[in-house]
């Protein structure tokens, strides 16, 4: 391409300024992570381990999207059905972790499923009937943003259920989770590990911080008190819910961008996936009619041009 030519120029500074606007949603989210960093400087020098490189960080993470893509395009030509489940405590990262998966897919092949509590309709049905229907058809990947895992950890420390209740649950998931294995899904569950301090730090972020004030629920703030009643349900659903065909992976999260990245790149290694050969795309020339004239629209119509 001849860069000097006055026309070339424009499209190269076109593509240019596109590439750059598509990272500005990843770099506002980083951007965001600092902000929180510095409303409390002095704890967030408390926290151990050496900064990931940002430019490292980037790189990697675009490297790992692209990966998606292709992953996706082949869930969607095999017409593979895949549900992962993140679960963890509390600030643990999870969200961070899924934003980053689905920010360059195509939403109508991965969709997250983060249900709210069951009405009083849904605590009379089947414990899993629920989730059931926001399992994935051919061609889909659903991540779920907590998942029936709220039996064993949540419900069972905050008292919504009965100890017979989480004794009927571990009876029941292994089974469940075969199940879904053996009709053709693929089920990965990820639990995010954060310490103590850790959470503690980002739970102070979060109640100085206007933006992030809304994440910190009445729940959330009682999980705290109840650190090690949580921690004594997290082993105990380990334990008895690390089966052979659908197994737990535990992603070490006190450092969030380190923990993006591996989870993303571990999730990519368990489906086998190839490049999806693609037709060339010649776009048409328009379609003029000399009988046609735009009309023009009122300007009370257009949103006001503040910036």
Same mark, same amino acid.
């Given at each position: 391409? *001849? ?19 598509? +990272?500005?949603? %990843? ?13 409390? =400087?002095?704890?967030?020098? *408390? ?5 990931? *490189?940002?430019?490292?960080? @980037? ?38 972790? !899924? ?16 249900? =709210? #509590? ?21 061609? %889909? ?18 008292? @919504?259920?009965? %100890? ?29 590990? !954060? ?40 082993? *105990?659903? +380990? ?34 996936? #190839? %490049? ?7 776009? =048409? ?13 009122? =300007? ?5 041009? !503040?910036?």
């Amino acid at each position: 391409m *001849d860069d000097h030519n006055p026309t070339n120029a424009a499209s190269v500074d076109a593509i240019r300024r596109e590439l750059l606007d598509s +990272l500005d949603e %990843e770099l506002e989210m980083e951007l965001e992570d600092e902000r929180l960093d510095h409303l409390d =400087p002095a704890a967030a020098s *408390d926290r151990d381990g050496a900064e990931l *490189d940002r430019r490292l960080y @980037f790189r990697e993470l675009l490297r790992l999207q692209h990966e998606l893509v292709r992953l996706q395009d082949w869930v969607q030509t095999q017409k593979l059905r895949v549900v992962v489940v993140f679960e963890g405590r509390d600030s643990a990262g999870k969200g961070g972790v !899924i934003k980053r998966i689905t920010q360059r897919l195509n939403p109508r092949v991965c969709r997250v499923a983060a249900l =709210p #509590a069951p009405s009083e309709r849904e605590r009379t049905q089947w414990y899993f009937q629920r989730y059931v229907s926001h399992l994935p058809a051919g061609g %889909e990947i659903v991540l779920f943003d907590r998942s029936w895992y709220n039996r064993a950890g949540v419900e069972r420390v905050m008292g @919504f259920c009965t %100890e017979a209740d989480v004794e009927e649950f571990f009876r029941s998931v292994p089974e469940f989770e075969r199940m879904l294995v053996r009709s053709g899904i693929v089920l990965v569950k990820y639990w995010f590990s !954060i310490t103590d301090a850790e959470q503690a730090f980002r739970f102070r972020m979060r109640i100085d911080d206007p933006l992030k004030q809304w994440k910190l629920s009445p729940m959330d703030v009682e999980s705290r008190r109840r650190w090690e009643d949580y921690t004594r349900a997290k082993e *105990d659903m +380990l334990a008895r819910t690390h089966i052979p065909e659908a197994p737990w992976w535990v992603v070490a999260a006190d450092d969030k961008k380190r923990a993006r990245l591996n989870c993303i790149g571990h999730f990519l290694t368990q489906i086998p996936y #190839a %490049e999806v050969p693609r037709p060339a795309v010649h776009l =048409p020339d328009r379609v003029r009619h000399a009988d046609y004239e735009r009309a023009p629209i009122p =300007p009370g119509m257009y949103v006001p041009a !503040i910036y």
